[in-house]
C-alpha cells in the first residue's frame, strides 16, 4: 500500500489546499510571480471545477461544455452589469480551465490558443474594470492569461507512476 507521503494529492486535506501547494511550488517560475490573492483565486477555480456540476451545464437534454462564443453572447445579451460580470467570470474560467487542460479540444477544431487567450484574457479585463470585487486579481489575470495556462497546466498534471495501485 502507498503511504500518503508518495501521493501529494492523498496528503493534502482538500482539492483547494492541493491546487494552492501546487501553484505556490509552480509560481516560481514566472517573472513576476502572480499575487498571493490570484493564486488562491486559481485554486478555488481548480477545486470547483473538479465538481462535474460547476463545469457542465445541462442542455438540450444533455450534460455538455457550453462554448467560449456562447458564453460570450450570454454575457452581451445579460440584463444588467452584474449578470454580464457573471457570464464573463465563468467565460474567463472556461477558457482558463480548458485551455491550460484540454488544449486539443481547441486544436482537433482548427481553434487556435491564440483565441482562448483572447476570450478568457479579454473577459478578464472587463472584470478587472467592472466587477464588484477582486479587481486586482481579475487584472492580473487578464495579463498574465497565457503564462496562468502553463501554470494552471502543469499544477493539474500528476508526474507519479500511474499503475493500479495509485489510481486506487
Not at 482539492?15 to 514566472?30: N, P, V
Not at 445541462?58 to 452589469?81: H, K, Q, V
Request: aromatic share 10%; with cysteine; proline share 4%.
Amino acid at each position: 500500500m502507498l503511504q500518503d507521503s508518495l501521493d501529494p494529492l492523498a496528503s493534502s486535506s482538500s482539492l483547494e489546499l492541493y491546487f494552492t501547494e501546487q501553484l505556490q511550488e509552480g509560481k516560481q517560475k514566472l517573472r513576476p510571480p502572480p499575487a498571493d490573492d490570484t493564486l488562491w483565486y486559481l485554486s478555488t477555480m481548480l477545486a470547483r471545477f473538479g465538481r462535474s456540476e460547476s463545469l457542465f451545464a445541462f442542455e438540450d437534454g444533455r450534460f455538455d461544455l457550453r462554448p467560449l462564443a456562447l458564453l460570450y453572447g450570454d454575457a452581451m445579451d445579460a440584463e444588467n452589469d452584474h449578470q454580464r460580470c457573471l457570464f464573463l467570470q465563468q467565460l474567463g474560467d472556461m477558457a482558463l480551465f480548458l485551455g491550460a487542460l484540454f488544449p486539443e479540444r481547441f486544436s482537433s477544431r482548427g481553434i487556435q490558443q491564440d483565441y482562448v487567450v483572447g476570450m478568457g484574457g479579454g473577459a478578464y479585463d472587463y472584470l478587472a474594470e467592472n466587477a464588484r470585487q477582486n479587481r486586482h486579481v481579475f487584472q492580473e489575470l487578464a495579463g498574465m492569461f497565457a503564462k496562468l495556462l502553463d501554470l494552471v497546466a502543469a499544477a493539474c498534471s500528476r508526474d507519479l507512476a500511474s499503475n493500479d495501485e495509485t489510481i486506487l
